[in-house]
């Protein structure tokens, strides 16, 4: 191997290596499945989308799902429904902003807690001190990998709270054999195209009570049952024929599209174990995640090099990476009015987390160049360093 690209090295990869690609299923099977409705003049809330609630809703283990715009379209939905207009809705800070964005949109006031430092989740313990005056506890199933749901309904339960999952990395992950999507009164999925399972834009709100599907269905449209007069303010968050075809073809793909992804996360998982601060994303024994996303903590002191400097120095190799989620939604400039107090956890993770390319079609040969790559970045920090103008030390 030639030596570092930033040491004057050539790039690992000169025409780059994706963060993501979308796992599109063959158009002509969209184009099949679509043409029926097309050819109706059905556009949208068709048969198709009534063929994909089913479908999930099978799969999931649950009486209903409802198909949606967009997670954060079910979200803010589910928030309407659950959330009394000006209480708390405790969720982790460490999360995508849509979670937070959704409460807010529904009159809820965003509360954060806590992560844990191994698993990237919710820590229960520390949303369960925060839950006065809240009416909601979300849960994340964050890069795909279940959040210990019934932990999360267990506090939620006690302190009276409805229990809420915000899913969207998740449909098909499972938490020891039962699938993500049966837990809390509701857990909503995203179809997006970063999503293993994707409708292109979309939503999935899996619920078990007839009474809140009722109404989540009801708010899809408006609010309007079919008469005009609106019963409260909904959203047009109908999916599309379009999008449910593409989503249906996704799901018949999905199982064997997972279990590509494991493979790669496995090998990602054991190639790194050679690497000295580089630690893997902690799943549950028994927990089988979607791994929507591959990633690492990175622990300067033991690895010899910040995130950010291992991000660029990927960068110059031709890999792309994201550091999700920095920063926290607590520390966004579109949460600073609450006052949030601090969250030593969260920062310390959101400073220190990258995610490595994942994708359906990626060859495995490549998850061996990207570890390579990493290694050769800890032998050579000192030159790293000195490259990019950083100065050794550790993040308070």
Request: hydrophobic residues 45%; negative net charge; contains cysteine.
């Amino acid at each position: 191997m030639t030596d570092l690209a930033l040491l004057g090295g050539q790039p690992a990869f000169p025409e780059g290596l994706p963060f993501f690609r979308p796992a599109t299923p063959p158009l002509e099977r969209v184009t099949a499945r679509l043409a029926p409705s097309y050819e109706r003049g059905v556009l949208t809330n068709g048969p198709l989308v009534r063929e994909l609630e089913a479908a999930a809703a099978e799969r999931l283990g649950v009486p209903e799902v409802v198909a949606v715009a967009s997670c954060t379209a079910g979200l803010m939905l589910v928030f309407q429904a659950l959330a009394r207009p000006g209480t708390a809705v405790v969720m982790p800070s460490f999360t995508f902003s849509a979670t937070a964005h959704a409460a807010r949109w529904a009159g809820a006031v965003p509360r954060f807690a806590e992560c844990d430092a191994a698993s990237c989740q919710l820590d229960v313990a520390d949303a369960a001190i925060r839950l006065e005056g809240a009416s909601v506890l979300v849960g994340t199933h964050v890069f795909g990998a279940p959040c210990a749901p019934e932990e999360v309904e267990k506090v939620g339960r006690a302190a009276g709270l409805a229990v809420v999952f915000d899913a969207a990395h998740g449909f098909g992950a499972t938490r020891a054999g039962r699938p993500v999507g049966s837990f809390g009164d509701a857990e909503v999925f995203s179809l997006s195209p970063t999503k293993p399972m994707t409708a292109g834009e979309g939503g999935l709100v899996a619920v078990r009570d007839p009474e809140l599907a009722a109404r989540i269905r009801l708010g899809v449209d408006y609010g309007n049952p079919g008469d005009y007069d609106t019963r409260f303010a909904g959203l047009n968050a109908r999916m599309s024929e379009l999008h449910a075809a593409v989503a249906l073809e996704s799901l018949a793909e999905l199982d064997e599209h997972l279990a590509i992804r494991r493979r790669l996360a496995a090998r990602y998982q054991e190639a790194l174990a050679a690497v000295p601060g580089v630690r893997p994303q902690a799943v549950d024994p028994g927990d089988a995640s979607t791994w929507k996303d591959f990633t690492v903590i990175v622990d300067e002191e033991a690895y010899g090099l910040d995130r950010d400097t291992v991000a660029a120095a990927l960068k110059a190799e031709g890999v792309d990476t994201r550091p999700y989620f920095h920063p926290p939604v607590h520390r966004q400039r579109a949460y600073a009015d609450l006052g949030t107090p601090p969250l030593p956890v969260t920062d310390w993770v959101s400073d220190r987390v990258v995610s490595l390319p994942l994708w359906r079609d990626m060859p495995p040969a490549a998850v061996d160049r990207v570890v390579e790559l990493l290694a050769r970045l800890h032998e050579r920090a000192d030159a790293v360093r000195a490259a990019v103008g950083t100065t050794a030390g550790v993040r308070s």
